[in-house]
């Protein structure tokens, strides 16, 4: 197969991360007789301070061209932020119109912790029991983050204002991506919303329970989010399965999730859209520990692997990248944040990690 990739590498941690999962993808490249051009370009507060912009004309054409992308995390210590005008901060001025251009409506946060590896989590081991397998499909490009905003004063009083407006048809593709996947895994899928008090809510639950109407082999159950908030730390495994959250609620609950599994280092993610979808880690730039070798790039690696079964098409490729990820932790060893009560030679930097994942791939 032959496809052009546009790499964001990002800020802080980035571009250390994208060194490793770009060596995953060239051992996959090499070993299945693929060929992928990368197009490397700024991105981020980096590109800001650079180019003047988070999100460049010049990134923009090379994402426009590229088959996928893989992005990096962005954003620079509070104090270079402050730095950048609020428009031109990665956030509101390269991730949301990233999704934005290519509509990724779609995102997948796959929340992974075998039972072997339950050491890795705070909860105690009988809580995360036979392991955790959940598959969070957050809607990625609707709702409060993408309403229009309003401030000022008005009639002599200070205001804000954040609206947050779902239609029919940004509900209904999502859940049917939600409940086909739970088809394609055959489980269940749990709608997570806040239906007592949000009249967006109950006009969400009243697409997804039209939709559930086409899934009658998928079973369908409704959680209210405050409560699934406390049961994924009580009972995590009762959310093993598919779940669906609009976006603030599944911004949220995702990175609970993170720690619940024990690190935002293990949450890949795929932002999928109608052409074209776009790879990243869940988690943000750390940029404390940028350039020390000791961030975990597990979740820049299981993007590559969620890019090889999203956009690529190419499902054996992306398992052999997980069978390699869990591998790494079955042999014992760990990264620098979950390396409580490992020993000092079982902890692997950043290069170490990517290294040994790419010899398991090779054996
Ligand atoms: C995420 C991030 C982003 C979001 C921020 C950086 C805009 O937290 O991808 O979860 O809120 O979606
Ligand atoms: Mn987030």
Known sequence: MQKIIAVLEGDGIGPEIMREALKVLKAVEEKHGHQFTLAFAPFGAGAYFSEGSPFP????????????????????????????PQEFRPEVGAILPLRKRYDTYANYRP?????????????KPEIIGEGIDILMIRELVGGIYFGKKTEGPATGMQYAEDECIYTDAQVRRVAVVAFDEARKRQCKMINIHKAN????????????????????DVP???????SAAYQL??????????????????DILTDQAGGVIGSLGLMPSACVGPEKSYFEPAHGSAPDIA????????????S???MFDKSLNLPSEAKEIWDALFAVFERGYTTSELSSGYAPDKILSTSAFGDMVVAIIKE
């Open 220 to 226: 369908y159950q409704s959680v209210l989010v405050d």
């Open 233 to 250: 730390v009580i009972k995590p495994a009762m959310f093993n399965g598919v779940c669906l959250l609009e976006n603030m609620m599944g």
């Open 197 to 216: 008090v949000l009249a967006t809510s109950r006009f969400w639950n009243a697409v997804v329970e039209e939709v559930a109407k086409l899934y009658p």
């Open 57 to 84: 004309e010049q990134t923009k054409a090379v994402c426009d061209r590229a088959d996928a992308i893989l992005k990096g995390p962005v954003g620079l210590a509070v104090e270079r932020m402050n730095e950048i």
């Open 111 to 123: 929340v992974r912790l075998p039972k072997a590896l339950a050491g890795f989590s705070p909860l």
């Open 291 to 302: 350039g020390q070798n000791i961030a975990n790039p597990y979740s820049m690696i299981g």
């Open 304 to 306: 590559v692997a969620l």
